[in-house]
C-alpha cells in the first residue's frame, strides 16, 4: 500500500493529479470565503449557490481538459462533459455552501476519479482547515493537515451503537423523504448527534472520530469521492438499501461495523 506521494505513475498521473486538481479549486474558495460582499442565488431546487462554487468548478474542468482532455467531466454547477476515455471525473466545487456562505469552515471540496463506471479515488479537502483525506482503490485513505506528513486514515473500531457518533448534514432532509422517525431512531440509539455533516462528516467517519454519516438525499457529486475514502479507511459505504453505489440517491456511510444496525434502524 503506497502512500500518496507515489501515485504519480498510476492511471497516467490521474490519481496524483486529482490531489492537485482538488486543492487547487478549494484554495480558490478561499477568495470569498468570509468575504463581507459575498452574494448567493437560488438554484431550481432552492439550494445555495454562489461565484465561488462555479469558479471552482470551472478551475477543476479547466484543468482536467488541459491535462485529461478525453475524460469525461460531471460536476454540479454545470453540464456534463462527455469525453471518450475510461475515466470519468466527479466534482462538486463546495460541498456545504449553506456553512461556507456562513463563514463556517467545514465545507468542502469534493472530487473523485471513475474506471470503466467504478470508482478509482476521491479527496475531501477542507479549505479553511487545510486538512485533507484521498483515497485510491487499493491503496488506502490517507490523511495530513498543514506542515504534516500523509498518515493513514482509519474508521473506529466501535461496536456498541450506544457509544457512536452520528452525524449527518441537515436533519430535515429526513423530513423531506418522510424519515423523521428514522432520524429520531438513530438519534435515540446513539451517544452523540451532530450536524457536522456534508464532506466533512464523512471524513471524520474515516479518521474514527464519528461512526456514521448519512445523507436521506444526495446526488453522485456528493459522495461519488466518498466510497473509496471510507472504504479505504476501512468502513463501508452504500445506499440505504444497503447497496454499494454512490447513485442511489442517498447515502450511508460506516466504521463497517455498526453498518447493517444503522441500515436496520433507517429501515
Not at 471552482?56 to 484543468?63: C, F, G, H, K, P
Not at 469534493?110 to 486538512?131: C, K, N, R, T
Not at 456511510?253 to 436496520?264: A, C, K, M, S
Request: charged share 25%; proline share 4%; hydrophobic share 40%.
Amino acid at each position: 500500500m503506497a502512500d500518496p506521494t507515489t501515485w504519480n505513475t498510476m492511471h497516467d498521473q490521474r490519481c496524483a493529479a486529482m490531489i492537485d486538481i482538488a486543492m487547487a479549486a478549494g484554495k480558490h474558495t478561499l477568495k470569498y470565503y468570509r468575504h463581507p460582499d459575498l452574494e448567493y442565488d437560488a438554484k431550481k431546487d432552492d439550494s445555495p449557490v454562489t461565484i465561488a462554487d462555479r469558479e471552482a468548478e470551472q478551475l477543476v474542468r479547466d484543468l482536467i481538459a488541459k491535462q485529461f482532455p478525453n475524460d469525461t467531466v460531471q460536476g454540479e454547477e454545470f453540464a456534463e462533459a462527455k469525453g471518450t476515455s475510461d475515466y470519468r471525473w466527479i466534482v462538486d466545487p463546495i460541498d456545504g455552501t449553506k456553512s461556507f456562505i456562513c463563514g463556517v469552515p467545514l465545507y468542502s471540496t469534493l472530487l473523485a476519479v471513475e474506471y470503466q463506471g467504478e470508482p478509482l479515488g476521491g479527496v475531501i479537502f477542507i479549505p479553511a482547515l487545510d486538512e485533507i483525506i484521498v483515497a485510491v482503490v487499493g491503496q488506502g485513505s490517507w490523511t495530513k493537515t498543514t506542515g504534516t506528513a500523509w498518515q493513514p486514515a482509519s474508521v473506529s473500531s466501535r461496536s456498541d451503537i450506544s457509544e457512536a457518533v452520528f452525524v449527518t448534514s441537515e436533519v430535515d432532509s429526513f423530513d423531506d423523504r418522510d424519515a423523521a422517525e428514522a432520524y429520531k431512531r438513530l438519534e435515540k440509539s446513539v451517544r452523540i448527534t451532530r450536524s457536522w455533516g456534508d464532506g466533512y462528516g464523512y471524513l471524520l467517519v474515516a479518521t474514527g472520530r464519528a461512526e456514521m454519516m448519512i445523507d436521506p438525499i444526495c446526488n453522485a457529486w456528493d459522495v461519488a469521492a466518498i466510497a473509496p475514502i471510507v472504504t479505504e479507511a476501512g468502513g463501508k459505504f452504500t445506499d440505504w438499501k444497503g447497496v454499494e453505489t454512490t447513485r442511489g440517491g442517498d447515502g450511508v456511510g460506516t466504521n463497517g461495523v455498526l453498518h447493517d444496525q444503522v441500515l436496520e434502524l433507517l429501515a
